[in-house]
Nanobody, 125 residues
Framework: QVQLVESGGGLVTPGVSLRLSCAAS????????MGWFRQAPGKGREGISC????????TYSDSAKDRFTMSRDMAKMTVYLEMNNLKPEDTAMYYC??????????????????WGQGTQVTVSS
């Protein structure tokens, strides 16, 4: 059974860093493109990064490319999102997701077939 479990969120002050984790089970991580998304209160879900299954290439949205880094650890079956210099506008529920229909990843929500339950990140002074 496919399962994605996010962790690492919390309440932090502006300027600090957080690392989110997404523990995967029930499938082979290197056969799936993985993505990180977020949804702020009252807004739609936003794709912020992804990592391609075949070569580990990462892609970032404009809002994430300068401060966020996505990575994966095959041995631990986990993908990560390192977020630096957090801002109040980063406050959102963060989700990881998976898909394997496309050769390379992209941060288009409708590509992804399975999702975790999310982890809340709140940035406030």
């Amino acid at each position: 059974q496919v399962q994605l479990v996010e962790s690492g969120g919390g309440l932090v002050t502006p300027g600090v860093s957080l690392r989110l984790s997404c523990a995967a089970s029930g499938f082979t991580l290197n056969r799936y493109n993985m993505g990180w998304f977020r949804q702020a209160p009252g807004k739609g879900r936003e794709g912020i990064s992804c990592i391609s299954a075949r070569d580990g290439t990462t892609t970032y949205s404009d809002s994430a490319k300068d401060r966020f880094t996505m990575s994966r650890d095959m041995a631990k079956m986990t993908v990560y999102l390192e977020m630096n210099n957090l801002k109040p506008e980063d406050t959102a529920m963060y989700y990881c997701a998976m898909e394997n229909k496309y050769l390379d990843c992209a941060t288009y929500e409708d590509r992804y077939t399975d999702w975790g339950q999310g982890t809340q990140v709140t940035v406030s002074s």
